[in-house]
């Protein structure tokens, strides 16, 4: 199968009653004719292993977020509408905010690896957004035929029988798009749903660094299928609990300005800090709060977990505006991502883990 150079995915017939705009069909805008042949091949032989597969399974990493449930469950309706038997299983708990996504009470929660050697085998599994087979957790066991990694993450270790690591893709639901655009897929208001999700959350709403003219184009050609953008927007972003404004004041507290380098800033939380309000569902954003400092160029959150086994580790989120880049930073903790936005679990705690990782954060300032 051949992605068509300047394909024209098909977008349906005009959604009857509840959405009085009107269906243009200027999709083509999804499939970019910039996509390089090399850039399009890989999408040509995962159209073809997934036009051929009569069982699919979907997946993404583990804490998912809007662009992996997002971009999985625009391929289930894409794939349920072609005739495929689809399932969804994630590799651990979501957060409840995204129940507004259409399908979202399909998908199971899989952590165990007695759950995945007992699934049934599928053709063909897809996991999107995820960096490496660590971040898919148990779903990794489940037996199939072609892995198909679907991603856009730089740091990606190539991990499936097929990669489609597109890292000209703003999020995965961008690469969700051409490859559907591959299998001659039309994309409907229910997918676009979904797909308007990982745009909005992979680009921070519009404010990283990965958005471009393309992102609008491509957003645009997705509002043209009657979505309510706005609407979208509030269920994204108005999730908060009492508990998690909590969590945010938490941060508040905790938050430093380094004393070497005042572009930097981050905010520390020890195992005792979180204990004393609780781990939350979904850490969100905190670490947006040092990030708004006017002057900051690189920021953190630090968060040190005591495991079940006695084991500590510190969980690192990390961003920087451009031209810095704290991706590498990532990976040399065992971590990954982009090179603005990356985190890593690093052993050891707060008190080993956090002098060498500051040294190498200020050392990202000084280019
Ligand atoms: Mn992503």
Same mark, same amino acid.
Request: glycine share 8%; charged share 20%; with cysteine.
């Given at each position: 199968?051949?992605?068509?150079?300047?394909?024209?995915?098909?977008?349906?017939?005009?959604?009857?009653?509840?959405?009085?705009?009107? +269906?243009?069909? /200027?999709?083509?805008? !999804?499939?970019? &004719?910039? $996509? *390089?042949? =090399?850039?399009?091949?890989?999408?040509?032989?995962?159209?073809?292993?997934?036009?051929?597969?009569?069982?699919?399974?979907?997946?993404?990493?583990?804490?998912?977020?809007?662009?992996?449930?997002?971009?999985?469950?625009?391929?289930?309706?894409?794939?349920?509408?072609?005739?495929?038997?689809?399932?969804?299983?994630?590799?651990?708990?979501?957060?409840?905010?995204?129940?507004?996504?259409?399908?979202?009470?399909?998908?199971?929660?899989?952590?165990?690896?007695?759950?995945?050697?007992?699934?049934?085998?599928?053709?063909?599994?897809?996991?999107?957004?995820?960096?490496?087979?660590?971040?898919?957790?148990?779903?990794?066991?489940?037996?199939?035929?072609?892995?198909?990694?679907?991603?856009?993450?730089? +740091?990606?270790? /190539?991990?499936?029988? !097929?990669?489609? &690591?597109? $890292? *000209?893709? =703003?999020?995965?639901?961008?690469?969700?798009?051409?490859?559907?655009?591959?299998?001659?897929?039309?994309?409907?208001?229910?997918?676009?749903?979904?797909?308007?999700?990982?745009?909005?959350?992979?680009?921070?709403?519009?404010?990283?660094?990965?958005?471009?003219?393309?992102?609008?184009?491509?957003?645009?050609?997705?509002?043209?299928?009657?979505?309510?953008?706005?609407?979208?927007?509030?269920?994204?972003?108005?999730?908060?609990?009492?508990?998690?404004?909590?969590?945010?004041?938490?941060?508040?507290?905790?938050?430093?300005?380094?004393?070497?380098?005042?572009?930097?800033?981050?905010?520390?939380?020890?195992?005792?800090?979180?204990?004393?309000?609780?781990?939350?569902?979904?850490?969100?954003?905190?670490?947006?709060?040092?990030?708004?400092?006017?002057?900051?160029?690189?920021?953190?959150?630090?968060?040190?977990?005591?495991?079940?086994?006695?084991?500590?580790?510190?969980?690192?989120?990390?961003?920087?505006?451009?031209?810095?880049?704290?991706?590498?930073?990532?990976?040399?903790?065992?971590?990954?991502?982009?090179?603005?936005?990356?985190?890593?679990?690093?052993?050891?705690?707060?008190?080993?883990?956090?002098?060498?990782?500051?040294?190498?954060?200020?050392?990202?300032?000084?280019?």
């Amino acid at each position: 199968m051949t992605c068509k150079e300047k394909g024209t995915p098909r977008f349906p017939e005009a959604e009857p009653a509840d959405y009085s705009r009107v +269906t243009t069909p /200027n999709a083509h805008l !999804l499939l970019p &004719v910039s $996509l *390089s042949p =090399e850039a399009a091949t890989p999408y040509s032989e995962a159209a073809t292993r997934i036009a051929a597969a009569q069982t699919v399974i979907l997946t993404t990493h583990l804490n998912p977020d809007g662009d992996g449930i997002g971009a999985g469950l625009a391929l289930q309706l894409a794939l349920t509408r072609m005739g495929k038997q689809v399932r969804f299983l994630c590799p651990s708990k979501i957060a409840p905010g995204y129940a507004y996504l259409p399908e979202f009470s399909s998908i199971r929660v899989m952590t165990e690896a007695a759950q995945a050697a007992a699934e049934p085998r599928a053709d063909v599994i897809i996991s999107c957004d995820a960096g490496d087979r660590e971040r898919i957790g148990a779903v990794w066991g489940v037996a199939r035929g072609t892995f198909i990694n679907l991603d856009h993450h730089s +740091t990606n270790t /190539n991990f499936g029988d !097929l990669n489609v &690591v597109d $890292l *000209s893709a =703003e999020s995965t639901g961008v690469a969700v798009s051409r490859l559907l655009t591959c299998l001659d897929q039309p994309i409907d208001r229910l997918i676009a749903e979904c797909l308007y999700t990982t745009i909005v959350f992979d680009t921070g709403r519009f404010m990283h660094s990965n958005t471009t003219a393309h992102t609008f184009r491509w957003t645009a050609a997705l509002l043209d299928t009657g979505i309510d953008a706005s609407a979208i927007n509030r269920k994204l972003t108005y999730t908060r609990t009492v508990k998690d404004l909590a969590i945010q004041k938490l941060g508040l507290e905790h938050l430093r300005v380094d004393d070497q380098e005042p572009r930097l800033a981050g905010i520390v939380l020890t195992a005792a800090d979180i204990a004393a309000v609780g781990e939350p569902e979904d850490w969100g954003d905190l670490v947006e709060i040092p990030r708004s400092l006017r002057g900051n160029e690189v920021a953190y959150l630090l968060r040190e977990k005591r495991n079940a086994d006695g084991t500590v580790v510190v969980r690192a989120s990390m961003r920087s505006n451009p031209p810095y880049r704290i991706g590498d930073v990532a990976l040399a903790f065992g971590g990954g991502g982009h090179q603005q936005a990356a985190g890593a679990t690093i052993p050891g705690d707060l008190a080993t883990v956090l002098p060498d990782l500051l040294r190498r954060l200020r050392a990202t300032l000084s280019l």
